[in-house]
Structures are given as structure tokens and as C-alpha cells.
């Protein structure tokens, strides 16, 4: 299984296999066509309520994380979970986000999730 994560922005290589992108809303300023995007499954990413108590500052990392994971548990996300788990089972897949930090954000949870 092979899972790799990249912003975006950055132009699409040989190497993404199956583009995914993992954002809530489409990245400003990118079109479509150049972002490559071949699944975006809106489902998996974190709750508006979630993303806005995580970048006000109130929480950690940790505990972001840990409610993160619980709301990817929830039937529908689950399930669109398994769906790119299984594409990351048959080839490379790159989780795509508009996100600056990639360390320490929704997409380092997701990228973990999917390589266990």
C-alpha cells in the first residue's frame, strides 16, 4: 500500500497515481483542471464545528486527532474511508490538500489511518 501526501499547489507527478483530494472546499485560486484531482470525497474531512475549534487554537494536536478519528468512525465516512483504502490498495494514491501544514493537520491523521 502506498499512501503519499502533497499540497495541491504543487504540480502533479507521474508518481500520485490516484489523486485525491481531502479538503472541504475546492483550494483557492487552483482550477480543476490543474489540480489533476481524481477523487474527492468530501466525507472524509473533518466536521466545519471540528476544523474551527482546531485553528482557533483551543486544542492540541492530540486531541484534534483523537476527534478526528471518531468522527471518521461515523458509517459514511467509514465507508468512503474504506473506498480510498482499498484504491491505495491496488495503487500509489496521494491525499492532496490546500493545507500548509501537512504534519500536523487532518491529512496526517487520514495518511496514518490508511497505512495501518
Given at each position: 500500500?502506498s ?12 508518481e ?46 492530540e ?35 490546500g493545507?500548509?501544514?501537512l ?14
Amino acid at each position: 500500500m502506498s499512501v503519499r501526501v502533497r499540497r495541491v499547489y504543487e504540480p502533479p507527478e507521474p508518481e500520485d497515481g490516484v489523486r485525491v483530494l481531502v479538503d472541504r472546499l475546492w483550494p483557492r485560486g487552483l482550477a480543476r483542471d490543474a489540480a489533476r484531482v481524481d477523487e474527492w470525497p468530501k466525507g472524509l474531512t473533518p466536521s466545519t464545528e471540528l476544523r474551527q475549534w482546531y485553528h482557533a487554537g483551543e486544542g492540541s494536536y492530540e486531541e484534534f486527532a483523537r476527534r478526528y478519528e471518531a468522527e471518521l468512525a461515523e458509517p459514511e465516512a467509514a465507508q468512503l474511508l474504506d473506498g480510498v483504502r482499498k484504491l491505495a490498495a491496488r495503487s500509489t494514491v496521494t491525499l492532496v490538500t490546500g493545507s500548509k501544514n501537512l504534519e500536523q493537520g487532518h491529512v496526517a491523521v487520514l495518511a496514518r489511518l490508511l497505512e495501518s
